[in-house]
């Protein structure tokens, strides 16, 4: 656990500066590498969707160690086991999906706290020094370790001003496409009303003292969010990112074109 990152991190919030990061998905490490060497305050490796797997998830927190960048991991689900191991290879923290109610927010930051004020346990491994640092590290974790609720349904709309109040929650994130979907809108980012009831959420947060997140669709989108008050800001996901800087150079050589779900190459479309 690195904390002077976790606290740089906070310290900006507390500043109502951005806190501004990448989302990462793909396998290589050297993409969590570059994250630190552009000094981006942090990054959230997703073991919820696709494909990493455990040793992926280990070679990202070790490219992101002795670093100001704070490395989280986004869990597949609310789960003791997965946040004990997560935080054991050196994760700052964790991005817990599917929060609707305060029960399962405080059953979260249980998972992320040593007893008696949570249950995790005490491991072996990279977090206490392989065993060397039992007491130090023992002693700090609880205080600093980052546990981000994902907003993603709006069964939790009438529970975001409680969520606030539970201690250990410094922000929360929001996923507007499936929030979009609980709301009936299946494949839009914002379906109707939707933006503006996340806008409605995010001043519910700030007036609670806490600072809310989301990932932006573009550049226009990141100066947007910023200017609407959301502070955790996400540049993208890399695999995003990857496919607008390869849009943008196709348009420029005018062959661009959209991709299709099918493998079959004749459905590519022509780009709009």
């Keep these: 656990m690195k904390i002077q990152a976790l606290q740089n991190f906070r310290d900006k919030l507390a500043r109502d500066e951005s806190v501004h990061g990448l989302w990462v998905t793909l396998e290589s490490a050297t993409i969590t590498e570059m994250a630190v060497a552009l000094g981006l305050d942090w990054v959230v490796i997703d073991a919820e969707h696709g494909h990493l797997d455990w040793k992926d998830i280990n070679e990202h927190i070790r490219a992101g160690l002795r ?9 597949a689900e609310r789960s003791t086991v997965l946040a004990k191991r997560a935080l054991d290879i050196g994760a700052d923290g964790v991005v817990i999906p599917w929060m609707e109610t305060v029960e399962q927010v405080e059953e979260a930051v249980r998972d992320c706290r040593y007893p008696p004020e949570g249950r995790r346990g005490i491991g072996g491994e990279r977090a206490t020094v392989w065993g060397q640092c039992f ?21 939790a709309i009438p529970n975001v001003a409680a969520m606030c109040d539970v201690d250990g929650v410094d922000v929360l994130f929001f996923g507007p496409a499936d929030f979009s979907a609980t709301a ?12 503006e009831q996340i806008l409605k959420l995010k001043d519910t ?6 600072h809310c997140g989301l990932l932006a669709t573009g550049v226009d989108n990141l100066v947007e ?8 800001l996400g540049l993208g996901a890399d695999t995003g990112l990857l496919l607008r ?11 661009d074109r959209m991709p299709a779900t099918s493998l079959d190459p004749a459905d590519g479309r022509p780009a709009s």
């Design 245 to 255: 800087s390869l849009h943008q150079s196709l348009q420029a050589a005018n062959c």
């Design 184 to 195: 009936g809108f299946r494949g839009q980012w914002e379906g109707p009303g939707v933006a």
């Design 205 to 210: 947060i700030n007036s609670a003292g806490k």
């Design 225 to 232: 969010r910023h200017d609407q008050g959301f502070r955790m």
């Design 67 to 75: 670093s100001d960048t704070v490395v989280l991991v986004r869990l």
């Design 135 to 155: 007491a130090e590290h023992t002693a700090e974790a609880n205080e600093n370790v980052l546990v981000v609720p994902l907003i993603e349904s709006v069964a």
